[in-house]
């Protein structure tokens, strides 16, 4: 039994490799969506583009950052608000959508100091009550006139297919960019030493992480994610009402989203998101009822399936398909040995 | 003298804040817990009062006593069947499971209710715009003052049955460290089911006041989960009595917000919940203190 001098440490498989691959194709051949789909089509996979976005950044706070934050719709409104602004400006609508995810990375990194210094529940609520107070100034604003709220008008110098196909293109890349960089981030040493803070964050600062930027880098790259989810709703929805972008109910999809897939594995959340947006279309009609169903399941898989589907896969059947941990193989048998993600 | 008069309307809003506050501090004093649903149960309160009151014509008062047990059973099965799995899980699961909860709630009452403002304010007669008049320009409702009065007596009560009573005693043990508390033969699991259904009685009569002095709806527990915290963070989780002076200087704080714009009244209140937490954070106090840490 010589096998202990045979151990290796790997964070690639054949299978992830090959998923790595699809998933680029995948993507690569949703650029060219608007070439063969119809519009309902490209309207549906918009909104998806958006739930994975959603998903994948309260799984990066959360279940990488063990930061429960019920205040991310601050980041969703200010993105949207922050696109009528520009645009009020005179600032071309497409590229004020873009500033718009930019202005909420900025109001996060403005906040970073005060909110990322409270803990738990605290800073739960505390972001909540950030939203809030977000939500009541932006209604001050004459141009949103309140809770009525106003229009992104000048998306009307676009017809309404080149609009869908732009914030198609605009969902897509988006998405990709974002969900790459925090892939990136957590497999480089950031996602060590944030997984760490999250662990105990006492151990990880004697060992000499530094606490406030690391999180601050995840908070940061969550509010542009959220930020520009709002803008691209905003494109979608083109109206904008306060009360609406402002809600807490972006922050219930997120968690939903992140729970079900699996929180803190990197691929849970985009599943979830499919779930979610799966669930939507078919019960989403069904109005209350449906909302009541999103609560309970949230509550059913943090108690009975904390890992979430992909975590309870994963943890089964050693599946990693986009490895942000590594694993350790043993020469003989590459069983499904685990490592943490 | 309106701004007094604005202070001490305020003040006497704060008896309303730390009546709904004290379950919610109570609560993570004891089990470290914060429960999101804290809000919505207390709205759940009033529409059962209600209801009892729409269907049976009793007063408000005697329905609140049929509906408190209920609650308190609300709680210990809450804390059997879900809070006690969720915390062996770690920080971050109650929170999850508690807002969970919150949503459930929240669209039941409106799938039973509908999306309607009820309030208990036509059943209790005269009480509802009664006041007191000190002088010419400042009238202290009656109501306002009952629940004041209520409130003092509740954070009185409390604080007596935690250092006088058996079961105050364990609650304090199980707070302190729930191993050794099992130890000297207290059982953990009993106790935190006792305090979880002590905070939801607590917030069913916050609940049914606030049916009482305004109007509710099945979406307003969050709004009143926030006066909440924000009672409890301002005065800081020391004493019950610290919960009362947070619950007032949040009072306050709105009301002299209201004074100033129309739209001050839950900008104000925010922004001194806010400086207060800064405040603490600049001063290096590291999270929420245990309840019981101090005042024990």
Redesign the interface.
Request: avoid cysteine.
């Given at each position: 039994m010589s096998a202990r001098a045979a151990l290796a440490i790997r964070r690639w498989t054949p299978l992830s490799v090959a998923a790595v691959g699809t998933l680029a194709a995948l993507a690569a051949a949703l650029a060219f969506g608007p070439l063969f789909l119809d519009a309902n089509a490209l309207d549906r996979l918009t909104t998806l583009f958006i739930y994975v976005l959603l998903a994948t950044m309260w799984n990066a706070l959360?279940g990488y950052g063990?930061l429960?934050s019920?205040g991310q719709q601050a980041f969703f409104g200010i993105g949207a608000y922050a696109a009528i602004r520009l645009s009020s400006f005179g600032v071309g609508v497409y590229p004020a959508l873009l500033l718009g995810g930019a202005c909420a990375a900025a109001l996060a990194y403005a906040l970073s100091g005060?909110a990322l210094?409270?803990?738990?529940?605290?800073f739960?609520?505390?972001m909540?009550?950030?939203a809030?107070?977000l939500h009541?100034?932006v209604?001050?604003d004459r141009l949103i006139q309140g809770e009525t709220g106003t229009s992104l008008i000048a998306l009307n110098a676009f017809s309404p297919e080149h609009r869908r196909d732009y914030n198609y293109w605009l969902a897509l890349a988006s998405m990709g960019a974002l969900v790459a960089l925090v892939f990136a981030l957590l497999r480089g040493r950031l996602g060590a030493s944030v997984q760490a803070i999250r662990d105990n964050e006492e151990a990880a600062a004697s060992l000499g992480v530094r606490v406030l930027a690391t999180k601050r880098i995840l908070f940061v790259v969550a509010g542009a994610g959220c930020g520009l989810a709002g803008t691209l709703y905003l494109a979608t929805s083109i109206s904008f009402q306060p009360a609406t972008y402002f809600g807490?109910q972006w922050t219930?999809y997120m968690?939903f989203m992140a729970?079900v897939g699996g929180l803190g594995t990197f691929e849970g959340p985009i599943l979830g998101a499919i779930v979610f947006f799966l669930m939507e279309s078919f019960f989403g009609a069904t109005g209350?009822?449906y909302?009541?169903g999103?609560?309970?399941?949230?509550?059913a898989f943090?108690?009975y399936l904390?890992r979430g589907l992909w975590g309870t896969l994963e943890e089964r059947f050693g599946l990693k398909l986009l490895p942000v941990g590594y694993r350790v193989a043993g020469a003989e048998g590459d069983g499904p040995a685990r490592g943490r993600t | 003298m309106i701004w007094l008069n604005q202070v001490i309307q305020g003040v006497l809003l704060g008896g309303y804040y730390a009546l709904i506050a004290c379950g919610l501090s109570f609560m993570f004093g004891v089990m470290r817990v914060i429960n999101l649903a804290h809000g919505d149960l207390g709205i759940l309160a009033a529409f059962l009062v209600w209801a009892i009151v729409e269907h049976s014509g009793m007063s408000p008062f005697l329905a609140l006593a049929i509906v408190l047990p209920l609650m308190g059973a609300l709680g210990w099965l809450m804390q059997r069947a879900m809070l006690e799995r969720s915390l062996r899980a770690g920080v971050l699961v109650p929170l999850l499971t508690t807002f969970g909860l919150a949503i459930v709630i929240q669209n039941l009452l409106f799938e039973q209710f509908g999306a309607d403002t009820r309030s208990l304010a036509p059943a209790i007669g005269d009480l509802a715009f009664d006041s007191w008049s000190l002088g010419s320009q400042i009238y202290i409702g009656k109501l306002a003052g009952l629940i004041f009065a209520v409130a003092v007596v509740l954070l009185g009560g409390l604080q007596l049955f935690l250092a006088r009573t058996g079961l105050g005693r364990a609650i304090r043990a199980v707070a302190e460290d729930p191993d050794t508390a099992e130890l000297v033969g207290v059982d953990s699991r009993t106790v935190y089911a006792a305090a979880a259904a002590i905070a939801v009685m607590t917030v069913a009569v916050g609940g049914t006041f606030l049916g009482m002095r305004a109007t509710f709806a099945p979406y307003a527990g969050p709004a009143q989960l926030i006066f909440a915290f924000e009672a409890v963070v301002i005065g800081g989780i020391g004493s019950m009595w610290g919960t009362l002076a947070g619950g007032v200087a949040l009072g306050i704080a709105q009301n002299l917000g209201a004074q100033i714009a129309p739209n001050g009244f839950l900008i104000a209140g925010h922004a001194v919940f806010l400086a207060v937490l800064g405040a603490r954070v600049a001063a290096g106090e590291r999270g929420l203190r245990a309840l019981f840490g101090r005042a024990a």
């Open positions: 959360a063990g429960v019920v005060f210094r409270l803990r738990g529940g605290e739960a609520i505390g909540w009550v950030l809030e107070l009541l100034l209604n001050l807490v219930a968690i729970l209350i009822w909302l009541v999103l609560g309970a399941t949230a509550v943090a108690l904390p | -």
